[in-house]
């Protein structure tokens, strides 16, 4: 899709990641384009998947969840049952936010929010019960040095 996308489009992305609430009318004067044209634009991307969703950003400090750990997962289990299981169980977990696959030393990562370490400490038990794990590592962000969901386009 990205070589369909032209420059007006990607300036319509940037401005929808910025703020999905803006008026049509503001996004098609800050693209250069009338509203019908810009709204279609608009439903195009929406309708071919590059915009999946328009999400709230929430205050993780006034939602008192201050606390980020991110969890590496080594397992000796690398069958399609034991991963549909862990899968399964980790991301009914709420407190994980994201969750990946990896390569090298780490099998899964996943970054989890919490309000404490206490609350941190439910979640580990709960995650260590979704299935077989040979290694659990936690790693707690001490600063958000940068935090942004705006794709580079």
Not at 28 to 43: D, F, H, I, N, Y
Not at 69 to 89: C, I, M, N, P, Y
Not at 126 to 142: C, G, N
Request: charged share 30%; with cysteine.
């Amino acid at each position: 899709m990205s070589e369909i996308l032209d420059p007006i489009d990607r300036r319509i992305l940037r401005e929808l990641q910025a703020d999905s609430t803006i008026a049509i009318a503001d996004l098609a004067e800050r693209v250069g384009l009338s509203q019908t044209p810009c709204w279609k634009r608009v439903k195009r991307l929406t309708d071919t998947g590059v915009i999946e969703r328009r999400v709230a950003l929430l205050d993780r400090d006034k939602l008192d969840l201050g606390l980020v750990v991110f969890v590496s997962v080594r397992t000796a289990r690398h069958d399609d049952g034991w991963l549909e299981q862990f899968a399964k169980g980790a991301s009914a977990l709420q407190e994980v936010v994201e969750f990946y696959r990896m390569s090298g030393e780490t099998d899964y990562l996943l970054k989890v929010i919490v309000r404490d370490i206490a609350a941190y400490d439910r979640f580990y038990k709960r995650l260590i019960a979704a299935a077989p794990l040979t290694d659990v590592s936690s790693s707690f962000a001490m600063e958000q040095i940068k935090f942004t969901t705006a794709l580079p386009l």
